[in-house]
């Protein structure tokens, strides 16, 4: 008798942003006239950069002749990208990482996803909660937690973040294996100092344990002392796994591309104690599991780097950085008290109220879309979090009918 993997009955029935989807729809069907604002989910809305777009139709001719035409290509990602990215994003901020420890990728979705394959079953992982839910849901599948009581999996160290600790987590009491941190943080919109990520890095040194940093929110960052990589700070190459995106910093969420870097130095141990590169598992799973990112979207891609593409990508940040600093004077203003949105698109909000019940008021009374707290973990009940994705127009209406509505 063929038989499923059990764990997948311990996950929620559907995933947190198909949820929304799914009753936003529904509300759509319900109300045909009512025209909807959406700043829930993170999905960009303005057209990528010029640079990227010139660079990916000159691909897509490339690929149109046989002289030029490229199949298969590295599944880790062609060098012309790597390099760039080692170039400009972490030499350039004197973080000592290789175009040979990038692995391109079709998102850190998935990345973040895929990577605790690599890891044993019967570790002890801390994930912060609020959490991007991919990080716990696939813990979940794997099979290393317990069933979900009172709002929490058995069997994982949550970081609990928290208006009292600036949505920073403390370190964990009893001792953890694999941590996942991700600043500017997704869903609250905190940010980390370079001091506080180090003692992250030393506590992962001195207990032999690997940080997944996801830093797919870092092009948001306008104060110049927070660092946009853990490899800015000393040490963490020997400790962390760092995920990066283009789908905010560039408009790639339909295009889709990413990175993950996986350092040559990062070591884990088998049940014997014998150490073992990280990177070489990370590429046996990749060159094994993917194929790579098409030709046109990694050149689309390069083009980030360069000079247009620079001053291109810097104005579609700030612009949605304009909608974000909207968002938060209209909110503060109507009295709720709230994080992010300075140095992230997102804002946290405390809404004084059950997440879901907001969520509701919100698109019934105002059509605004926003994502309810409580999707993202226990911490986040009593939160909603409103993306800046958007145009200006559409965030200037969204707010004015919220405030029409509360
Ligand atoms: C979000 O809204 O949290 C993100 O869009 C989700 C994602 O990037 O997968």
């Not at 790639?252 to 070591?267: E, I, N, Q, Y």
Request: charged letters at 25%; proline letters at 4%.
């Amino acid at each position: 008798m063929i038989r499923i993997n059990d764990n997948y009955l311990k996950l929620k029935a559907s995933y947190l942003f198909s949820d929304i989807a799914k009753r936003v729809s529904a509300f759509q069907q319900a109300n045909p006239d009512r025209d909807i604002i959406r700043l829930g989910i993170g999905d960009v809305t303005r057209a990528l950069p010029q640079a990227c777009v010139e660079a990916f139709h000159k691909a897509v001719d490339e690929m149109a002749s046989e002289s030029t035409f490229r199949g298969y290509g590295p599944e880790q990602g062609y060098d012309f990208l790597r390099e760039a990215i080692a170039a400009n994003d972490f030499k350039a901020r004197g973080a000592d990482i290789h175009a040979d420890e990038i692995f391109i990728s079709d998102g850190a979705k998935c990345d973040t996803g895929n990577i605790q394959e690599i890891f044993a079953k019967d570790i002890n992982i801390a994930i912060p909660d609020p959490v991007y839910p991919v990080y716990l849901d696939t813990n979940v599948m794997a099979g290393r937690t317990g069933a979900f009581k009172d709002g929490k999996y058995e069997g994982i160290t949550y970081l609990n973040c928290t208006w009292d600790n600036g949505f920073n987590p403390e370190l964990p009491q009893t001792p953890v294996d694999l941590i996942y941190l991700c600043f500017p943080n997704n869903p609250t919109g905190a940010t980390i100092t370079k001091a506080a990520l180090k003692t992250w890095v030393d506590y992962a040194k001195d207990n032999k344990a690997i940080i997944l940093y996801d830093a797919a929110y870092e092009a948001f960052i306008t104060d110049d002392s927070l660092p946009r990589s853990i490899y800015e700070v000393e040490g963490a190459r020997d400790v962390a796994i760092e995920f990066r995106s283009f789908s905010k910093t560039a408009g790639f969420t339909g295009t889709r591309c990413a990175f993950t870097v996986v350092p040559k130095s990062l070591m884990a141990y088998d049940a014997d104690g014998g150490s073992h590169a990280l990177h070489a598992l990370w590429n046996r799973r990749h060159t094994t599991k993917f194929n790579g990112v098409s030709y046109p979207v990694q050149r689309a891609t390069e083009a980030v780097y360069s000079e247009e593409g620079k001053i291109q990508v810097k104005q579609l940040v700030s612009d949605y950085l304009k909608n974000a600093a909207l968002i938060r004077k209209e909110m503060s203003d109507l009295g709720y008290d709230l994080v992010g949105g300075d140095n992230s698109p997102y804002i946290w909000i405390n809404g004084k109220t059950d997440s879901w019940e907001f969520f509701d008021t919100l698109l019934n009374k105002a059509g605004v879309v926003v994502t309810p707290g409580a999707g993202f973990g226990k911490c986040g009940e009593g939160y909603i979090r409103i993306s800046s994705f958007n145009s200006y127009e559409n965030v200037e209406k969204a707010m004015a009918r919220i405030k029409a509505a509360l």
